[in-house]
Structures are given as structure tokens and as C-alpha cells.
């Protein structure tokens, strides 16, 4: 079955980084696109980055383009999240995610807060 097992996340002073890891298995991890979502407090999960299958296409939402990067490990089957210069309203759980057979999969979840 696919599972994720995410880890890096903390609490960071704002303008820290941070890097988030997600070991994937349960499926043929280089044969998928990959994102990063997150969830603050009280509000929706919305879409953080996403990678191709190749690692050749990148795609960032706006609120973190120029400073989170996104990055994949095809024969780790690992997931990363580079995260710099960090904000207060970065704050939330952050998860991975794979489109599977017609399914979405999650991980648990990584709680990143950055707090002065």
C-alpha cells in the first residue's frame, strides 16, 4: 500500500529554513508527479509545489516561489522541500501527496512553525 513517512519539520525563527523530507513506498515512486500541500490553522490545505516525474518541471505557488524549493531523490524514493527564509504565515501542517490509480495518498503530516 503507499505510505509516506515525512520528517524535518520544527519550530524556526522567521527568516530560518527548514528542510522537509518524505520517504515514499507503496508504488513506483519515479513514475509519479509529486507535491507538497499545507494546512494552517483554520484554513483550507492548499498546494505548496509540485515536481514531475523527472524532476524537470517544477511548479510553486505564489506565496512561496523564490524561496521554498522542491526537489526529489528517484532512487531514494524520497520527496524534499527546501524551505528558506521562512515566515510567520508559513506556519502549518505540511504534507505529501501522490495521484495513484485514481487516488489521492497523504502523508501525516510534518507540523512547521515559525514564531519569534
Known amino acids: 500500500q503507499v505510505q509516506f513517512v515525512e520528517s524535518g519539520g520544527g519550530l524556526v525563527q522567521p527568516g530560518g529554513s527548514l528542510r522537509l523530507s518524505c520517504a515514499a513506498s507503496?508504488?513506483?515512486?519515479?513514475?509519479?508527479?509529486m507535491s507538497w500541500y499545507r494546512q494552517a490553522p483554520g484554513k483550507e490545505r492548499e498546494l505548496v509545489a509540485v515536481i514531475d516525474s523527472t524532476a524537470r518541471r517544477t511548479t510553486y505557488a505564489d506565496s512561496v516561489k523564490g524561496r521554498f524549493i522542491i526537489s526529489r531523490d528517484n532512487e531514494k524514493n524520497a520527496l524534499y522541500l527546501q524551505m528558506n527564509s521562512l515566515k510567520i504565515e508559513d506556519t502549518g501542517v505540511y504534507y505529501c501527496?501522490?495521484?495513484?490509480?485514481?487516488?489521492?495518498?497523504w502523508g501525516q503530516g510534518t507540523q512547521v512553525t515559525v514564531s519569534a
Open positions: 507503496g508504488f513506483l515512486f519515479r513514475a509519479y508527479d
Open positions: 501527496k501522490v495521484h495513484h490509480r485514481g487516488s489521492d495518498y
